[in-house]
């Protein structure tokens, strides 16, 4: 991941300063996709690969410092926080909570810049270390077509070819390759890859197995990777 083509997510309830902030790291050669609160981000984070999040802490309904919480507990996004000048307590909390940096409102777009291009560079030389300390190849699990790297946190095709995954993706292929050969329900599932306990109507996992077999079965349609096992639960063999 280049610093130009990352992917940003802007997360604030105030149509103004998203679509500013928005529209000016665009200009400067990013990715960028609104959110205006908690449950769109929620979404985009479990559907698609983000690298920067630009969260406000002051939003109604789910405030920054929880969904802060939320991100860092299911993800290695870099976080920037946008706070009010009065906000240090905020500001020192959502620090301790993982967030990589802050921006004080009203927002100076340069300086939002400079710290997008800073918490890049960062996660850019951490992934270049790991890589480099990373032993390639034994670690890495056979899903049909697809071979799955759990260190490296990555998927690659037939032809070596990286394909995108959520950390929810992550997650289920991880918990599937320490599991192969035993039936998982959806209640395994749920502890162990979303760490909370079942809820009869939740039905996440399903869509989330759903979209994982799109990019790892030769038919979706007919799966032999993530076999259902009817009235029991999923099966990789």
């Excluded at 992550?170 to 306990?197: C, I, M, P, T, Y």
Aim: proline fraction near 5%; glycine fraction near 6%.
């Amino acid at each position: 991941m280049t610093t130009t083509h990352a992917h940003i997510v802007v997360c604030d309830d105030e149509p103004d300063i998203r679509d500013t902030v928005a529209e000016y790291l665009e200009h400067h050669g990013y990715t960028v996709t609104p959110a205006n609160a908690g449950p769109a981000l929620r979404e985009l984070m479990d559907s698609q690969h983000v690298d920067v999040v630009i969260l406000d802490i002051r939003m109604p309904g789910e405030d920054g410092l929880s969904l802060a919480r939320y991100l860092r507990e299911h993800s290695d996004v870099a976080i920037i926080m946008l706070t009010g000048s009065a906000e240090i307590v905020d500001r020192v909390v959502g620090l301790e909570i993982g967030a990589d940096d802050y921006v004080i409102k009203p927002v100076d777009l340069r300086e939002l810049l400079a710290r997008v291009k800073a918490v890049l560079r960062r996660t850019s030389a951490s992934e270049r270390a790991a890589e480099k300390a990373r032993t390639p190849g034994p670690h890495q699990v056979q899903f049909g077509k697809c071979r799955f790297d759990p260190d490296a946190h990555k998927l690659y095709n037939a032809d070596g070819v990286e394909i995108a995954i959520t950390p929810m993706e992550f997650r289920l292929l991880k918990v599937f390759s320490e599991h192969r050969g035993r039936v998982l329900n959806r209640d395994q599932l749920l502890e162990l890859a979303h760490d909370r306990g079942w809820d009869p109507f939740d039905r996440s996992i399903d869509i989330r197995v759903s979209r994982l077999r799109k990019k790892i079965e030769v038919d979706p349609s007919k799966p032999e990777v993530i076999r259902t096992i009817r009235g029991m639960g999923y099966l990789y063999s």
